[in-house]
């Protein structure tokens, strides 16, 4: 991407480096036809996609917001929605390679300012989305953001990338971190439930979140997860960083409802948690997919029971239960 060597103290600036360069590279090799493709953000293009993180990024840079023209599309339902609505149109007119070299520019142009911050602006508490965080933590965010909507874009091109490292890691333990506000707020499942999220690649990941006392957490040192007496239940998890544990937004808007279309495989024995207390958890309901998968659901890009009919989601145990969680599982704005 052509981007210049900066000398960078925070990690989460090199983490939006490198999300940045895996952008500009998958897009710089888009055709025409491609740059228009519908992408699982409704009403949004490739091209559209792209103007989004152009838009934040510029914002971030201090400069003025476009107003949003005339009503907005259905598919808009807060001010953030607005917000976002209003840089995607403003682009509209540019030709795609004007506007990929505008996200150049632009992304050079914050890693300049980013790395111009000292720690302790990193560290100062502001707003963001998901409430007042630090800066750091907000950059974090961005991180997440950038990464699921290059995913959008890979998608509706058929071209996958960027599905695993530390930018990909980053995306999944955020989303991760939200898991126990699904399934202690929204879902409200019986106290004593454990429920494992089994994940199978291309990130192989697995995690416990247990509701106790009216609150579900997820369940302490979630590395090398293995089932009580049938081995190693995967290859062994990495060490990413969970972040702030708050959930991506504020709404509680997702679809219930039970599935009669669900796996009736069972999640298995115990599980154990090295690490953390002696005692094994028997999980009462699983869910298993890819990593992809489960961002995809966390983000609001497929539906519980698409996933369900595609075979790229299987429940096991409280098929109730497991199927409550999957169609709660959307996190974001």
């Known amino acids: 991407m052509g981007y210049m060597i900066i000398l960078m103290s925070e990690r989460v600036v090199e983490l939006l480096e490198e999300v940045w360069a895996s952008i500009g590279s998958f897009c710089s090799t888009l055709t025409a036809e491609q ?34 023209v005339g009503d907005p599309p259905s598919y808009v339902h807060n001010d953030i929605g607005r917000f976002n609505q209003a840089w995607v149109d403003s682009r509209r007119g540019v030709s795609p ?24 602006h990193f ?38 990338g960027d599905l695993t490292g530390p930018v990909a890691e980053l995306a999944f333990w955020r989303a991760a971190s939200a898991m126990p506000y699904v399934v202690g707020k929204r879902v409200k499942a019986p ?17 416990l979140v247990r509701q106790e ?17 049938t081995g190693d239940a995967s290859t ?14 504020t709404n509680d808007d997702g679809e219930g409802g039970s599935s009669t279309t669900a ?20 999980p009462r309901a699983s869910l298993t997919m890819g990593s992809e998968v489960f961002c995809m659901l966390s983000c609001g890009r497929i539906s519980a ?16 239960l497991a199927n409550a969680v999957a169609n709660l599982m959307n996190i974001m704005i």
């Open 191 to 207: 106290d004593g439930s454990v429920i494992l999220f089994d994940i199978n690649g291309p990130l192989v990941q697995a995690f």
């Open 213 to 229: 006392q009216g609150r579900a957490h997820l369940v302490p040192n979630r590395s090398d997860v293995r089932e009580n007496g």
């Open 35 to 68: 740059w228009a493709l519908p992408t699982d953000c409704p009403g949004w293009s490739v091209k559209d996609n792209l103007a989004h993180i152009i838009g934040t990024e510029r914002m971030l840079l201090g400069e003025a917001s476009p107003e949003l």
């Open 263 to 282: 796996s009736s495989s069972t999640s298995g024995g115990e599980v154990v948690m090295p690490g953390s207390a002696s005692e094994p958890y028997t």
């Open 123 to 160: 560290n100062q508490v502001g707003p963001s989305p998901v409430g007042e965080v630090s800066y750091r933590e907000f950059m974090n965010v961005r991180v997440f953001d950038c990464w699921v909507h290059e995913q959008d874009m890979r998608r509706a091109v058929g071209e996958p």
């Open 236 to 249: 062994p998890r990495g060490s990413s960083s969970l972040g702030n544990s708050s959930p991506m937004d």
């Open 97 to 120: 390679e004007e506007l990929l070299e505008e996200f150049q520019e632009v992304t050079a142009r914050r890693l300049l300012q980013l790395s111009s911050f000292s720690p302790e």
């Open 305 to 320: 029971d698409q996933a369900l009919r595609d075979g790229l989601l299987q429940l096991g145990g409280d098929l109730f």
